[in-house]
């Protein structure tokens, strides 16, 4: 039988907006923030809704430019599911860079209810994760996180 090779095909994307970083000091060779997560929404042909305000993302940046991401939030489906997402990344950033943003690959980890939504429990996930870049004197982050399950 002839090995399997994974296809990623679009699911979903999730545009999530988030509050300033707040430093949570030096730890583990690195500087350690706390990103509120505020809102945002989902859209595609599998799931619609919207972020949930309330979780968060923990990441460090190393100070050899590393950058590790760990969220913990909740989607609401447009039926009124609640959905629990884990998600993290790490990837390298250029901080020496006027445009620097955090850009990677994810694996996120969905924990949906019984019913029409449970298969995000048992796929296989990979997200790209793109910061964008905030207006002058913005008080919010958007982070656009697109998701991909593989077959």
């Given at each position: 039988m002839p090995e399997a090779i994974p296809i990623a095909k679009p699911v979903f994307q999730l545009l999530v907006t988030c509050s300033l970083p707040t430093p949570m000091g030096q730890r583990d060779g690195g500087t350690a923030v706390m990103?509120?997560?505020?809102?945002?929404?989902v859209s595609g042909e599998k799931l619609a809704g919207e972020v949930v305000p309330g979780g968060a993302d923990?990441?460090?940046?190393k100070d050899d430019g590393t950058i590790c991401v760990r969220a913990h939030y909740a989607i609401k489906a447009d039926d009124g599911t609640l959905i629990e997402v884990f998600n993290e990344g790490i990837n390298q950033i250029d901080r020496g860079s006027p445009t620097a943003s955090a850009n990677m690959l994810t694996t996120p980890r969905f924990i949906a209810p019984d019913g029409e939504h449970a298969w995000l429990n048992s796929g296989v996930f990979v997200g790209t994760l793109l910061g964008e870049q905030p207006e002058p004197d913005s008080q919010s982050l958007t982070v656009r996180i697109r998701i991909f399950q593989l077959a």
């Open positions: 990103i509120p997560i505020t809102g945002g929404t923990w990441a460090l940046i």
